[in-house]
């Protein structure tokens, strides 16, 4: 994540913090995050250098007055006028590691080969609550490449119990074993 971004990430935790809307914010960005996967013409559209940036910021407000708050279209309004709304993404990011920070939460991601059902993964949340002492939030990838069981990867720790790590191991210990 390069620097810039964490300065404006950090720019839009201020604000929110001093207006009280972190979480909202947050969750707007939640938002604004999936329609860009969904439009990403969107961005394209943003990032034109021939549309000028008075054309951009019309765009912004007719795209996102009506359901985020203020501050975040103040927030776009900026990143336009100082050439930075190609980092959205990498603000985002930086932002939600701000406020998930503040709030004590550390956000991770379980990978398992089948989706987990809500009870699975109320489960496992429980467990790494209780075992970090922190507030977890889980979210969940299928890769199926693991064959069963499951891999958490926690800031900079991964918890790997995977079918396949299990058989990595297995492997390794049959080969190191010498016959007499």
Sequence with gaps: MSKIASTY???LFDAASDDNTLEDIKKDLGVISS???EQPQLMEVLTLPKLSKEDKKELIKKVFSKDASQILVNF???LIDKDRINLLTEIIVAYNQLVNQHLGILE???YSAVDLNKDQLT???YTFT????KQIKLNVVVDPSLLGGYKVSLGDVVY???IKLQLKNLKD???NVELK
């Design 173 to 175: 210990n049959l080969l």
């Design 9 to 11: 990430a950090q720019a």
């Design 108 to 110: 991770g991601t379980v």
């Design 123 to 125: 489960r496992l949340t």
């Design 130 to 133: 209780k075992k970090l002492n």
């Design 160 to 162: 790997d119990n995977s």
């Design 35 to 37: 329609l860009m996967k």
């Design 76 to 78: 776009f309004m900026v």
